[in-house]
């Protein structure tokens, strides 16, 4: 891991993600996220993490998948060629363009760290 990189504890993760600790918990079972743990056990995760589990909760909270559902979209990427930069509407403001360009490079990185 970067150690310049971020690290979030539950509490702060939660949070960032407007859930409650519990919450975060229950996913990173649920997904079988592996947290790193400090010597005394605490929980720290990092921005990738922050990553899948602003995902999780967009796909859970927002789309109304249910756990399974949710389980089974993160492993099938279905939602991976939805957004195909090269297609965009040239019509739209070009500082647009650049944020879907950006925003679909970060989900092709999360998928593949899923």
């Known amino acids: 891991m970067n150690m310049n990189q971020k690290k979030y ?37 990092s921005e990738q993490d922050f990553e899948k589990f602003k995902l999780i909760k967009n796909l859970l909270y927002e789309k109304k998948f249910t756990i399974q559902g949710a389980k089974s979209e993160l492993k099938t990427g279905h939602n991976k060629n939805k957004i195909i930069p090269s297609t965009l509407d040239l019509s739209a403001s070009t500082d647009i363009q650049e944020k879907i360009k950006e925003l679909y490079a970060q989900l092709v990185k999360l998928k593949e760290l899923l």
Do not use: P, T
């Open 9 to 45: 504890r539950i509490g702060e993760l939660a949070k960032n993600l407007e859930v409650e600790d519990f919450v975060i918990r229950f996913w990173e079972k649920e997904f079988k996220i592996k947290s790193q743990r400090s010597q005394g056990g605490q929980r720290f995760y």
